[in-house]
């Protein structure tokens, strides 16, 4: 489904990315996990088109999308949630969600049908709907961004930039089933993550980076054998 060859990334002097390959298949999750500064953001706005490879190709289905900027991204079907969240402060919650399907230029049945489908993923939300993005938690804001980039119907990839970090443990609680219902529907994800209970629920591939490259490839459950891995990724 998207395949990463080899791309090198460099942000001024500092090589950030090294030599970076992977594989996201067809209803797949994939964590990426590494120390501060190993690259991990980096490596998934590069995915994005936020940043252009020194060299390397990105490909998705079989489209070469290497120099596609964000939007022609987006509208192929790889969706982002930063860990900024990045919403509109001034708008109400629904109204956030609204505006990704209207410039999709989905009818008036499609757009309620697709915001029924995110307040039945986070049902805090629709009881929210009303208010100011600003006056939203954390996690309530968090669950906000992750509705509003999957709220497209040609969504086809999810990027997550750790999505629980910082997060109240019921929050934790809530965003990690949300997305393992959306694990479930299918929906193929690539997750920068540091937490190993999430991993442990939404299980799929890992890969491990260190100084921008992977460092390991494979399975949650063969992480958890590689004890030393998660005594420096994960304390």
């Known amino acids: 489904m998207l395949r990463v060859k080899n791309i090198e990334v460099h942000i001024g002097s500092l090589y950030i990315l090294q030599k970076i390959s992977l594989e996201l298949y067809e209803k ?9 500064g190993a690259g991990k ?16 190709s990105i ?20 969706k982002y949630a930063p860990d900024n969240r990045r919403l509109f402060t001034s708008l109400s919650v629904e109204d956030n969600l609204m505006i990704p399907l209207l410039a999709d230029g ?4 499609k757009i309620l049908d697709r915001i029924e489908y995110i307040y039945n993923l ?22 906000l961004n992750i509705g509003r980039a999957i709220i497209s119907p040609n ?16 929050y934790v ?9 959306l694990a479930k529907e299918g929906m193929s994800m690539i997750i920068v993550e540091t937490r190993p ?25 063969d992480l958890v054998i590689k004890q030393d891995l998660i005594k420096i990724y994960f304390g």
């Open 155 to 170: 969504t086809k990839i999810l990027l997550l930039d750790e999505p629980v970090e910082g997060l109240s443990p019921l």
């Open 59 to 78: 490909e998705f289905r079989g489209l070469d999308i290497t120099y596609l900027p964000p939007y022609e991204r987006s509208k192929l079907g790889i």
């Open 122 to 143: 986070f049902p805090d939300l629709k009881r929210l709907r009303k208010l100011k993005a600003s006056q939203l938690s954390g996690g309530q804001q968090q669950m």
């Open 106 to 109: 989905l009818p008036k049945n």
């Open 28 to 36: 797949e999750t994939l964590f990426i996990i590494g120390s501060n």
């Open 197 to 221: 209970t999430l991993m442990k629920k939404l299980k799929g591939r890992c890969i491990v980076l260190n100084g921008g490259r992977v460092v390991f490839d494979g399975t949650v459950e």
């Open 41 to 56: 953001t980096t490596l998934l706005k590069t995915i994005m088109g936020f940043y252009r490879p020194f060299s390397g």
């Open 173 to 181: 609680s809530k965003i990690t089933n949300a997305l393992s219902e």
